[in-house]
């Protein structure tokens, strides 16, 4: 593996190892641009890989190491997402498609990752996922359902589920404590993002199938 170029790491903590990989955009005008910043000790961020839009993939920090890439936020009932992730940056804008060459090169490298850690599908996540409000990212434009259909990721089944039970079934999936509009709006960036409106019968169907087949044990975390 090539040496890594960002200086914006340290050793994982408490032993924890990777067991989430989680996807961002880079939301800046150029791979290039954004490759400086992850690069700047200045900055305080970085991230495992970049890929670029043509698919070019950057070893940014080694995947034993903790890069800085998570920010606030938890998953699973867990904070300090760091510790136990390992982050990959897409070189996207934020408003404009992932190229073909650039998930295809995404898709190789989470194969890889995931075998190498024993990551399972539900532990590839959004940004947006473990930190609703704060990040939107990797957004709309992101095919999930590709990942999902590679194995690489999940997706709901559409079914029955009570839209009483929505924030709970969203939590046991891995979601954190949010308030409704803000969970709702972070779970449909994922699964339904281009709906609208009020909670409905459709987003708790979905939360329901998530937390029914990849229910998180939060008990079984604790320290």
Not at 178 to 196: K, M
């Amino acid at each position: 593996m090539p040496a890594p170029l960002s200086p914006n790491f340290g050793p994982r903590r408490d032993g924890q190892r990777p067991e989430l990989i989680v996807l961002h955009y880079t939301a800046m005008e150029s791979c290039a641009a954004a490759r400086d910043r992850l690069c700047d000790p200045a900055a305080e961020v970085s991230a495992h890989y970049l890929i670029s839009e043509i698919g070019a993939v950057e070893v940014l920090v080694a995947e034993e190491m903790r890069a800085w890439h998570a920010g606030a936020g938890s998953w699973g009932g867990r904070g300090d997402v760091n510790s136990r992730s390992i982050g990959v940056e897409l070189a996207n804008t934020g408003v404009h498609p992932f190229p073909a060459p650039q998930m295809r090169a995404l898709e190789a490298l989470l194969a890889g990752v995931m075998e190498r850690w024993a990551i399972p599908p539900e532990g590839v996540i959004a940004h947006s996922d473990m930190a609703p409000g704060r990040k939107a990212d990797p957004g709309p434009r992101f095919d999930w359902q590709r990942l999902a259909r590679a194995g690489l990721s999940v997706w709901p089944e559409p079914g029955r589920g009570a839209p009483a039970r929505f924030a709970a079934d969203a939590r046991a999936f891995g979601y954190p404590d949010a308030p409704l509009d803000t969970l709702l709006t972070a779970f449909r960036l994922r699964f339904r993002p281009w709906a609208a409106g009020p909670l409905d019968a459709v987003d708790a169907g979905l939360a329901a199938d998530l937390a029914r087949r990849f229910a998180i044990d939060r008990d079984a975390d604790s320290p």
